[in-house]
């Protein structure tokens, strides 16, 4: 986006670690959102069969643990999104649908100017592995 500067650099890539004036990333679950998906807006027209797959799949990323916490005003902004990914795809939806995902955090460049970051699975590859079987005594 014209106007933005440069995204802020990950902490971990700062010559100044030390220096971080911005407050730490906000760490999301690997795993995407785990709760309720919230009901589509009322006042937004919908196509029932192709927006909810769409809408379902949005709620399971990592980043609607993010947009949960920021109240009922974000549900519309994702409807929205849904909405414009169903029509023609000209110019103008091609650059709202941009700005919406730069919202949403729904790209890399955009997740970093918001300050949220995807945290580490630690636990993932300790529980896909298979355990030891113990001899018997």
Do not use: C, F
């Amino acid at each position: 986006m014209a106007g933005m500067g440069p995204a802020p650099k990950h902490p971990d890539d700062r010559a100044r670690a030390n220096l971080d004036t911005l407050g730490p990333l906000t760490k999301l679950p690997p795993e995407g959102y785990q709760g309720v998906i919230p009901t589509w807006p009322e006042s937004i027209g919908r196509d029932p069969l192709e927006d909810d797959l769409l809408w379902g799949e949005l709620w399971r990323t990592p980043q609607a643990a993010a947009w949960i916490r920021m109240g009922v005003g974000v549900q519309r902004v994702v409807a929205r999104y849904v909405m414009l990914q169903r029509g023609k795809l000209n110019e103008k939806v091609l650059a709202e649908l941009r700005q919406i995902e730069d919202r949403l955090g729904l790209n890399p460049l955009a997740m970093l100017r918001l300050r949220w970051e995807v945290a580490a699975d630690e636990v993932g590859p300790r529980r896909s592995r298979p355990r030891p079987v113990r001899a018997a005594d």
